[in-house]
């Protein structure tokens, strides 16, 4: 067992511990950076400088990617629901299994803490992935679990090449943007809660005052516009004098206007309509 390595390993272990339990998604994040930065010296021997140069700089490139969309202070997520101490112990326990089994039934080719470290990644990248509700919690889960598959595959198949970690580091980096347009567009497109963050989100809504003070579930008495209403009157008779069928519906009536007499129709007072015009005699 090399010292080192297995140094280098329990830091690997424990940045991903962080970034799976933290509910603050800028120190999730950086739980992740670090696992991202200390998975390449897990190797016997080292990588190239060129190797592990690039390796760097794709872990930095695939953390400040995400960093641009949770650097909000608001930017909180559930976290995981066993709790960074369960989270640790299951952590622990695979990184047994896997360095207990290294080589899987073959000569390891790699260093043993490597395998542990992997098989200790995965496991962690468990829960995220399957009950995870937010897109950055999802994208934790990923980043772990081709972190510990590319470290299992270390330890089986010794030191990756240059040009392997180039094609990693690409990868890495492809993932980080991918997370951040997902969150941004999710917290543009106005989603909170459980769309982009699980159960706070950058995005907030304000709350008016009686409706803070209102219990929650219920509804205001009036929530729609009172429609007109027409009196009825009913009568005062007895009951028995009265029909109970019939409900007289009693509104006010306006007389009719006089209407002013025509000339032309109604004949001058004291003349006879039968007389013709004193025209027509002569």
């Known amino acids: ?134 897109v950055f919690r999802l994208g934790s889960g990923a980043v772990l679990l081709l972190g510990g598959v590319l470290l299992v595959r270390t330890s089986l198949g010794g030191t990756p090449s240059g040009l392997e970690s180039v094609v990693t580091g690409t990868l890495f980096i492809a993932l980080g943007g991918s997370i951040a347009f997902l969150v941004v567009s999710a917290s543009t497109a106005g989603a909170h809660g459980g769309e982009v963050f699980a159960e706070a989100g950058p995005v907030t809504t304000r709350v008016a005052p009686q409706a803070a003070r209102r219990p929650p579930g219920r509804v205001p008495a009036r929530t729609a516009p009172r429609m007109p209403t027409i009196a009825i009157r009913r009568s005062r008779r007895p009951a028995a004098e009265r029909d109970e069928s019939i409900e007289q519906l009693v509104l006010p009536v306006e007389p009719d206007p006089p209407v002013a007499p025509d000339p032309a129709l109604d004949p001058a007072p004291g003349v006879s309509p039968a007389d013709p015009p004193e025209s027509d005699r002569t």
């Open 1 to 134: 067992m090399n010292p080192a390595l297995l140094a280098a390993a329990v830091i690997v272990l424990a940045g991903a511990v962080v970034g799976v339990s933290a509910r603050d998604a800028r120190i999730a994040l950086g739980g992740l950076a670090v696992t991202l930065f200390v998975a390449p010296f897990l190797a016997d021997p080292l990588p190239s400088a060129v190797a592990l140069g690039t390796r760097l700089v794709a872990a930095a490139l695939a953390a400040y990617l995400p960093w641009i969309a949770v650097r909000d202070p608001g930017s909180i997520t559930r976290g995981s629901l066993l709790g960074a101490p369960v989270e640790a112990i299951v952590g622990l326990a695979a990184f047994v299994i896997g360095y207990g089994t290294a080589g899987l039934g073959a000569p390891a080719v790699g260093p043993a803490e490597a395998q542990g470290a992997g098989v200790a990644l995965i496991a962690l990248a468990v829960g995220p992935l399957v009950f995870g509700r937010d």
